[in-house]
């Protein structure tokens, strides 16, 4: 036997060294269901603590098996029959044991994934989910645990537990089992959801005798329990009502009766349990420690929990015997020791459902190599696509498989479309290949799921949770006898509409909404094999490719002058509009004077040998596809005579699927000899067929040709006088010998290699121009299209889709309210609109024009389900430890310092974590921003940092040297990457990391030096209450304060470039600066601050649901906006802000007095910058009334006020402010202060009106200003006496 120390005691101490939650108390980690209750005072014993799995999360719990053996780790993925040495050694299956089977499932699980996606969104809903129902199972696996029941499986909502036991034992087993039921029932038989939904549990319990299978599928093993008792237990457990206990007769008859009254169930097979006896707490310790199978140890240590205790740890044959049970993806992370929390991941999958029925006169020892040979199949389909087995449930005759394409680690392209081809290869081979099998189906589904860990610490699954997942099984059952899909599979796989069929809608159970579902019905043989490229009147204008179209003239010159083959290949990654380009260069005049051939090849050309040629001689031949193999066969027969022998007809009979006689010259033939006269003979086809006439070949997707294709073609291609042109895409085998010969001097002459990059920034503005139908978009949105969509058309296509689905941007006639005085209406001057560089450049009234809703914010993180699929592939080809470092990374921001990452990263994961950032760099998927050198096109000469631009002086103390040792500064190479990896995050993780960066931030939230330092909103502090701070994470002062300083700084400064940069490049000259004091002569590092270090704690305390602290922060970036004369970006914040405080006041939380007179404050500043006087006066007077300081409108009460002020002036008391504590005294002082303030304002913006009435309000804000600075002299005075005492 095996084993780990069931030692428990370790964990309180590792848990209060690990990171706190906002306010120390409540810390949620990644393990979902588990509520640590953590005492923010230090002394917090394990006593404290009520139960064991209350008291550890996942993680913890996962952790503390960094104490065991690596044995002991795996060991909780596995129910404790497999950690037998008789069940997991290949001896023959079957295999009979004896006990007791409890079968209990949680009904109104899809109803509630339903609810949870309706609630939440597809990514928060499958979150939702898996807390909820990791909560809810977790509470009742408590209880399994500590009676001793063996977890054998999980079913997503069910759980199946098993009591071995003799036969003396069972009448014991079976009263341990009921009285486990018994008390589950009475705890947990029904659970509030706090979504309204109640959760109910059915149990049905069996005894008898039980069949043991186990089969091998790839390098995994699945283990199945058959039997009788297996029926009764499913039978018992469906006729029990929502909190009930249902007992199969067989089991009714083993036990003791006299403890158990029952009632009968008419015309069944089973009782209802009504009552029983219950055993006292010793009787059933004692029951359950005899029932013990496992011999030695198996009660882990400080719990109250029973679980075999490994002891031969160490031993590799039983190492490898079980982890041939447990999923890759927990493998691979258990083997590089990854914490717990980045197990847990929130990611679109593809999910799919085999049922595979059985007659029932099938025999255990059928059903076996049926099983095996199935799981073989199936494995042996989906590994390629690095899908796996996730689960394996047999019941009924019937054994579900549930597939999952897409987990952590083993996502890749085109998941949707592989999924489905492996479902029809399954549904395929399954119908005519396996043995006594009455009937298989398949659902497949795409959608976000939470990927993780479910179940309880001791014993839990890898497992994908999700509305998608259910609904793929519900699909699976409500349309038997086929492959069914999901919409969302549909569309994603991009596969021809002849490929599905829509199917009539049918009652799922749990789904309450109409889902369309359709029949895939595969690819044809016939239809793959047209091969025909897209019509370019598929696509739109093509934009920003003269300088492709001008090197494809190039080569068609070359190609006419010297009569020779030219090759040109365009290199491009998918949606990079290699067959839009290909298209369009296909019916150029110059194009169309040749013959033009067009071919598409696909993934499925790779697996079909010579299918290239195929395609190619068959265009060549005018030949469409559609035609008999007879017509095929005389088609060649006219065009080969006298150029091929007619002996070797027979040859091609493969290449061309025709059916030439056989002849006796080639069956003689050995077979080195037929594979060169094969040579020879394709070659000789292919040039009868391809040379001579002037032609031009378009390949898109090149990268397809199969292999025995390209070995005849490719030598042949650089003799035969051809222009062929290609698309491929990077990182083929293809791709790669191209680049090659492309660089080699004996073949350059003829193949010319384009990389085709991204569209530049102007033809991006005129893409989305044109994608939208209107004239002029807002520079925001150019700036977001260019950034995001790295100038990928494909890409910038998703996005705009993504915006316009979720109504974000605005399509109008007429311009916009420019002339209005009101607040939105400056938008349009905070961000002017960018016009497409073929319009005129005017506007006319009647032109559409696009706005951004007022209320989005695209700054968010957001990200289209298509992209996010791209960017998970990439992340997933990352090895896990550089993986691990980007999550961390994600949450930072797009631009991140060492001292940040290191400061939020696991301590035992910190080591070596320079050189992983290092490979990063090198791998382009991180790129280190220099202090000298930053970003961004057009950014060609160095370029110093804003403190340096402005004041022409050097930072001082930190030499360069210093701080790269110190701190680098990184960013993700691509936006698109760091948004998916940051949305793998579930939420309840993430917000305790969220909450460490803004520890780490809250240090430098204040001006620079040179400015003194100190809140933007000056005494922004002390005036809010005090019972908001207590929101904020105070992180603790560090040594390195004033190098992480300069990183951010740096950091800031690319932040402030990236922004503005591809902004700038589409306006026109000079035209960003209008809303920027020209040169506002300051020379300090405040914005780069306001970037690197407001900005992001906004979006931290967003991310951490800290409303308040959020609008803080909103307001202080606001503030360094205006300080460093940044009118518009100071502009969007308080928009943010405004958004922020509506969903507030929806929530019905107010704000903070204080912080709503800074807003109104602040506002009036950003008016009076952008020229609305009107506006800004109404802001100011507002904020003076929030700050308790009325303004009159009318000129009676200016001048009643000025009577007023004036008796104020004299009768002034000054003693008051000594006498009230520090903190009230500063309170008052920062109301004053924005008090005068505002004053100065409205006495500026009345003075400019130039009437005499303006005038007038003009000198009563001074003398009302001058009051305010007076009393505030007082407090500042009382203040520093205060200091001096
Ligand atoms: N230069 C361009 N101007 C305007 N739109 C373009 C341009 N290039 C591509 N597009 C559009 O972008 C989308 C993707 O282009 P396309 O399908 O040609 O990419 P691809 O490189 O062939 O991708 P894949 O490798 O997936 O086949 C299409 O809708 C296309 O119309
Ligand atoms: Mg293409």
Known sequence: MTSLPGDCGVTLQQRASGPLCPGGSLCRLSGERRVLLLCSGAGSTCSEVPRYHRALTMASAWERKCYYSDLGKKAVFLPNLLLCEEFTKDTGYPQSLEGVLLLADVSGFTALAEKCVQQNGPERGAEELAHVLNAYMGDILEVVLAFGGDILKFAGDAVLVLWRAAPAQMPM?????????????????????????????????????????????????????????????????????????????????????????????????????????????????????????????????????????????????????????????????????????????LRPVTTLFVQLQFPDTISVAELSSSLSDS?????????????????????????????????????????STHALECAMQIFRRASTGLRKLRQVSVGVSSGTAFCGLTGHPERCEHTALGFKV???????????????????????????????????????????????????????????????????????????????????????????????????????????????????????????????????????????????????????????????SGDRQRTLQTVLQDTVEESSYCLLNDVFLVEFPITDEVSEMCSAERASVFHLTCTQ???????????????????????????????????VTVFMVMSLV??????????????????????????????????????????????????????????????????????????????????????????????????????????????????????????????????????????????????????????????????IGPVFTTQQLVHIIPSSKRHGINSLLDKLVEDNILKQLDIEKPEGKGATKRLPTSGQARSGMKRPSVSRETMQQESKILAFCTPLLWEATYKLWPTRQKINIHCQCAAFLERHAHKCRRCHEGDFVAFHRFGISSAQEQGSCQGSAEKDDWSSWEALVVAGEHLRRARTLPAEGILAEGEHTTLRAKDSGRCCQCEAIAEAVLVPLARHYTAMGNASQAFYYLLESAAAYLHVSNSSMAFMKLNEAEVLRSSLEEKRNAVDRFEEAIFFSLKGEVCRNMGCVKLARKMSRQALSLLEKHF???????????????????????????????????????????????????????????TSAGQRFSRLAALMKANTDRKMDSYQAADSNAGQL
């Open 470 to 628: 259910n609904l793929a099984c519900r699909m699976m059952m409500a349309y038997p006898g086929m492959v069914s899909c999901d919409a969302e599979t549909h569309a994603a796989s991009r596969l021809p509409s002849y490929c599905f069929k829509e199917l009539p809608q049918r009652d799922m159970k749990g789904v309450t909404n109409r889902v369309t579902i359709y029949q895939y019905m595969g690819i044809t043989e016939h239809q793959n094999d047209m091969g025909l490229a897209r019509e370019r009147s598929h696509y739109g204008p093509l934009l920003g490719r003269e300088a492709e179209i001008e090197t494809f003239d190039c080569c068609l010159e070359a190609y006419e002058l010297l009569e020779e083959a030219q090759i040109l290949a365009f290199v491009g990654i998918p949606g990079s509009g290699k067959s839009h380009l290909l298209a369009e260069l296909a019916v150029l005049d110059r194009a169309t004077k040749y013959k033009v051939n067009t071919m598409e090849l696909t993934e499925d050309n790779m697996k079909q040998p010579f299918s290239a040629i195929r395609l190619l001689v068959a265009r060549a031949l005018g030949l469409q596809g559609d035609e008999t």
């Open 1192 to 1250: 009159p409108q009318s000129r009676a009460g200016a001048f009643v006020k000025s009577l007023w002020e004036r008796l104020q002036q004299i009768s002034q008391a000054t003693g008051r402010a000594s006498f009230l504590p520090q903190e009230a005294r500063r309170k008052k002082q920062a109301w004053l202060l924005h008090r005068s303030r505002c004053l100065s304002l409205l006495q500026d913006l009345y003075s400019q009106e130039g």
């Open 173 to 345: 087993a079976i009263n341990v089992a009921l009285q486990c039921s018994w008390e589950i029932q009475k705890k947990y038989g029904t659970h509030d959801t706090h979504m309204g939904l109640k959760l109910h549990l059915k149990i049905g319990i069996s005894a008898g005798i039980l069949s043991f299978i186990s089969v091998t599928g790839g390098d995994h093993q699945y283990f199945f329990i058959c039997s009788q008792a297996l029926d009764e237990v499913i039978e018992a457990q469906s006729l029990s009502a929502d909190y009930e206990i249902m007992m199969s007769q067989t089991c009714w008859e083993l036990c003791g009766q006299q403890r158990i009254r029952a009632e009968s169930i008419a015309g069944r097979r089973a009782v209802k349990v009504v009552r029983m006896m219950h055993l006292a707490r010793q009787e059933y310790r004692d029951a359950v420690g005899q029932l013990n199978m496992y011999g030695g140890d198996w009660h882990l240590k400080g719990t109250a929990l029973q679980r075999p205790v490994l002891r031969s740890s160490d031993d590799r044959e039983v190492a490898a015997r079980l982890e041939k049970h447990i999923s890759t993806a927990v493998l691979q992370k258990l083997r590089q020791d990854v914490p717990l929390e980045l197990c847990s991941e």
């Open 685 to 719: 086809v292919l040039q009868k067929v391809l040379g001579g006439k002037y032609g031009i070949f378009f390949i898109d997707n090149a990268h397809f040709l199969d292999t025995r294709s390209w070995s005849i073609m490719w030598p042949l291609l650089q003799s």
């Open 375 to 415: 799981s073989s199949m199936i494995s042996e389909i989906i590994s390629p696509h690095k899908a796996e087995i996730n689960k394996t449930l047999l019941f009924d005759k019937g054994c579900t498989f549930l597939c999952v394409f897409g987990f952590p680690g083993e996502k890749l392209a085109c998941e």
């Open 730 to 891: 990077p990182g083929h085998d293809r791709t790669e010998s191209i680049f090659k010969a492309a660089a080699d001097c004996k073949t350059s002459e003829t193949i010319t290699c384009v990389r085709l990059e991204g569209l530049k920034a102007s033809a991006v503005v005129q893409k989305a121009c044109q994608d939208l139908g209107v004239s002029s978009i807002p520079r925001e949105l150019a700036r977001f299209l260019i950034q995001r969509s790295s100038g990928i058309p494909y890409y910038c296509e998703e996005l705009l889709r993504y915006l316009r689905c979720n109504n974000m941007l605005l399509l109008h006639t007429g311009r916009p309210d420019e002339g209005q005085d009101d607040w939105q209406s400056l938008i349009a001057k905070a961000s002017p609109a960018v016009t497409a560089a073929s319009s005129s450049g005017t506007r006319n009234d009647s032109e559409r024009i696009c706005t951004i809703r007022p209320d989005v914010s695209l700054e968010n993180p957001m990200l289209p389900v298509a992209l996010k699929e791209i960017a998970l592939a990439e992340l997933d080809r990352i090895n896990l430890e550089k993986q691990m470092v980007l999550k961390f990374a994600a949450i």
